[in-house]
């Protein structure tokens, strides 16, 4: 589906209320049963987004562009978190396997 935005509203202003969580209740509510595999210009039609000010768009993508960033930060900084963890978890693991370190008496006896 092809739309075209009036000039009182940005296009990417537009895909980020298609994007967001009130508009997928929106359709939610609005389709009939359990899924809605296409989204047709009626159900469309019925969508209710709020238009504010262009300029007031534009500070709402800016804000939305910043925590986008935060995110791919935080997850950039989990991912490389995660590969270290992986690796000292190895190199541990191949210690304690080759005698390098004695973890004899670190787990509790099994009790019996």
Same mark, same amino acid.
């Given at each position: 589906?092809?739309?075209?935005?009036?000039?009182? /509203? %940005?296009?990417?202003?537009? /895909?980020? @209320? !298609?994007?967001?969580?009130? /508009? #997928?209740?929106? #359709?939610?509510?609005?389709?009939?049963?359990?899924? @809605?595999?296409?989204? *047709? =210009?009626?159900?469309? *039609?019925? =969508? $209710?987004?709020?238009?504010?000010? @262009?300029?007031?768009?534009?500070? $709402?993508?800016? #804000?939305?562009?910043?925590? $986008?960033?935060?995110?791919?930060?935080?997850?950039?900084?989990? *991912?490389?978190? &995660?590969? !270290?963890?992986?690796?000292?978890?190895?190199?541990?693991?191949?210690?304690?396997?080759?005698? %390098? &370190?004695?973890?004899?008496?670190?787990?509790?006896?099994?009790?019996?």
């Amino acid at each position: 589906m092809r739309l075209r935005c009036s000039t009182a /509203v %940005k296009a990417e202003y537009l /895909v980020a @209320m !298609l994007r967001s969580i009130v /508009v #997928f209740e929106q #359709f939610s509510l609005l389709s009939r049963g359990g899924t @809605m595999d296409v989204i *047709n =210009i009626g159900i469309l *039609n019925e =969508i $209710i987004l709020p238009v504010p000010k @262009m300029d007031e768009q534009e500070r $709402i993508l800016s #804000f939305i562009d910043n925590e $986008i960033a935060k995110l791919d930060e935080l997850t950039t900084e989990a *991912n490389r978190a &995660i590969e !270290l963890l992986k690796e000292r978890r190895t190199a541990l693991i191949s210690a304690a396997v080759t005698g %390098k &370190i004695d973890v004899r008496g670190l787990a509790p006896a099994p009790q019996t």
